[in-house]
């Protein structure tokens, strides 16, 4: 399973991942935005939230009173985001499967998916998998929303893919915890998901990431995206 021993060790000795039990205000702001501006109502949403890591968001969904199931490889990880829903009472499922396999859902059985910063681990044969399950397993008027790292302009990125260069296009592997990156131009990630999707909308964003107690300025891909023909 892709990736999955690098990632249980960052949960059990973090050096990426935060920890952190709210979601994030990009997340928010698109919440609002699908409020706001789509009319939608989260409280009847069935979501899949990929890569579901100590369950943030998915808890925070699930909170609302939507109908949340989150995929994670991490044990320690799933661990923790069952235990935090418990503490606060919201009934998140939680699986445990890589995101770049079959989905065990029904067709078009989600009304939101959601991928933030998780698909970026995947390789190419998975990364396929995971397109076309994601378009399978969301409705007709379904939402996916994808937070993915973006190449263009990011100078951390273009320093790891020059000195430090994975085996497949535009990846390099992490030197702090040997993990497998890949970062989108804004042609690629339009190319790659168009295959599926539709882009209602698309902006790059600045974050800091920091890793091994120092922080770095990263450059985000922040896109809602609906079910093409
Ligand atoms: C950067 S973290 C983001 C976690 C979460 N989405 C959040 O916003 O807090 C990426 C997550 O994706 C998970 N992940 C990476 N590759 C995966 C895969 N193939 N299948 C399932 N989960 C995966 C990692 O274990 C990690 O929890």
């Known amino acids: 399973?892709?990736?999955?021993?690098?990632?249980?060790?960052?949960?059990?000795?973090p050096k990426l991942v935060t920890g952190y039990d709210k979601p994030?205000?990009?997340?928010?702001?698109?919440?609002?935005y699908i409020k706001k501006d789509l009319g939608l109502n989260l409280g009847n949403f069935r979501i899949l939230d990929l890569g579901s890591g100590t369950g943030?968001?998915?808890?925070?969904?699930?909170?609302?009173?939507?109908?949340?199931?989150?995929?994670?490889?991490?044990?320690?990880?799933?661990?923790l985001a069952k235990n935090r829903a418990k503490e606060i009472g919201a009934e998140t499922k939680y699986i445990k499967q890589s995101i770049g396999e079959k989905y065990p859902f029904?067709?078009?059985?989600?009304?939101?998916?959601v991928d933030?910063?998780?698909?970026?681990?995947?390789?190419?044969?998975?990364?396929?998998?995971?397109l076309s399950e994601v378009f399978r397993v969301l409705k007709k008027d379904g939402i996916f929303f994808v937070r993915?790292?973006?190449?263009?302009?990011?100078?951390?990125?273009?320093?790891?893919?020059?000195?430090n260069s994975g085996k497949e296009k535009d990846t390099y592997i992490m030197p702090e915890t040997c993990l497998v990156e890949r970062?989108?131009?804004?042609?690629?990630?339009?190319?790659?998901?168009?295959?599926?999707?539709?882009?209602?909308?698309?902006?790059?964003?600045?974050?800091?990431?920091?890793?091994?107690?120092?922080?770095f300025k990263r450059n985000f891909w922040l896109v809602t995206l609906i079910p093409g023909q």
């Open 1 to 13: 399973m892709a990736q999955k021993k690098v990632w249980e060790k960052e949960y059990q000795n």
């Open 24 to 32: 994030q205000a990009f997340f928010l702001k698109f919440l609002k």
């Open 56 to 79: 943030r968001n998915a808890n925070y969904l699930a909170q609302k009173g939507a109908q949340v199931i989150g995929i994670e490889i991490s044990d320690t990880a799933i661990n």
């Open 106 to 113: 029904d067709d078009k059985s989600f009304d939101l998916v």
């Open 116 to 130: 933030i910063t998780s698909s970026n681990s995947l390789d190419e044969n998975e990364r396929e998998i995971y």
């Open 148 to 163: 993915a790292l973006c190449k263009d302009g990011d100078k951390n990125a273009k320093f790891l893919l020059k000195n």
């Open 183 to 215: 970062v989108f131009s804004k042609d690629d990630f339009i190319q790659i998901y168009s295959k599926y999707f539709k882009i209602l909308k698309m902006e790059k964003t600045e974050s800091y990431s920091t890793i091994n107690n120092r922080q």
